[in-house]
């Protein structure tokens, strides 16, 4: 079973702060990794796509890989209260796709 | 561009009643086709997935099927309604760029199914 484990939150961060956002994966086979905004009652946003270990920035997100450790994180520079939302975590194996449960940020202004 | 779309956006259907869900994809040739259900406050859950044409393959064994009469067109059924089927489904589409496995994900807007 391939598994991609976040913490489900909510993770409540003041607005203009960094959102840190973490997600594991148990399959080392996995072969690219992305992030998902999703937005009550919407279906799934593609935020971030990273293939290769280190840091791929767009803007005011930062994905970091590292697969030694099966670890995925995504931080949100200058949070702002529309970047409220649940973020989900997904891994590509071999053409599927496998999501995590998703960790709920709350950006207060 | 790519777009994909869903149909119908919301149902509700008594328990027992048959199912038919339709995702098209435009802008785009020989996707990969998904199909996920989300249940209220969870994560997605792969229902089925199909790389062409009548080649359909089922994550989760239940009383749901799909089918792919055509290159872009995804569709998901079912013979009788249970009340668990009850759930967000989303169709979603991918593109593998060239030889290699760097395949990002697309999501349609969703159907939000409720079984009475």
């Known amino acids: 079973q391939k598994e991609v484990e976040q913490n489900s939150g909510p993770l409540s961060v003041p607005e203009g702060a960094i959102a840190s956002l973490n997600c594991t994966y148990s399959?080392?086979?996995?072969?690219?990794f992305f992030w998902y905004r999703q937005y009550s009652g919407k279906s799934p946003e593609l935020i971030m796509s990273?293939?290769?270990?280190g840091d791929k920035e767009d803007g005011r997100f930062t994905a970091q890989l590292n697969k030694a450790s099966q670890y995925v994180s995504l931080l949100i520079r200058d949070s702002q209260p529309s970047d409220s939302a649940t973020y989900l975590c997904?891994?590509?194996?071999?053409?599927?796709?496998?999501f995590g449960s998703g960790t709920k940020l709350n950006v207060k202004p | 561009s790519q777009t994909i779309h869903q149909w119908p956006a919301t149902l509700v259907q008594p328990v027992g009643s048959p199912l038919s869900l339709e995702c098209t994809v435009e802008?785009?040739?020989?996707?990969?086709l998904y199909w996920y259900r989300q249940a209220a406050g969870r994560g997605l859950q792969l229902l089925f997935y199909?790389?062409?044409?009548?080649?359909i393959s089922s994550e989760v064994p239940q009383n749901l099927s799909a089918s792919r009469p055509q290159d872009r067109q995804f569709i998901l059924s079912s013979k009788k309604l249970l009340l668990s089927d009850s759930g967000f489904y989303l169709c979603?589409?991918?593109?593998?760029?060239?030889?290699?496995?760097?395949?990002?994900?697309?999501f349609g807007p969703g159907t939000r199914l409720t079984v009475l």
């Open positions: 990273i293939y290769s270990n």
């Open positions: 399959d080392r086979g996995s072969q690219s």
């Open positions: 802008g785009t040739s020989n996707p990969n």
């Open positions: 199909s790389v062409g044409i009548g080649q």
């Open positions: 979603a589409w991918s593109v593998l760029r060239g030889a290699s496995p760097y395949n990002e994900q697309f």
């Open positions: 997904a891994v590509n194996s071999f053409n599927k796709f496998y």
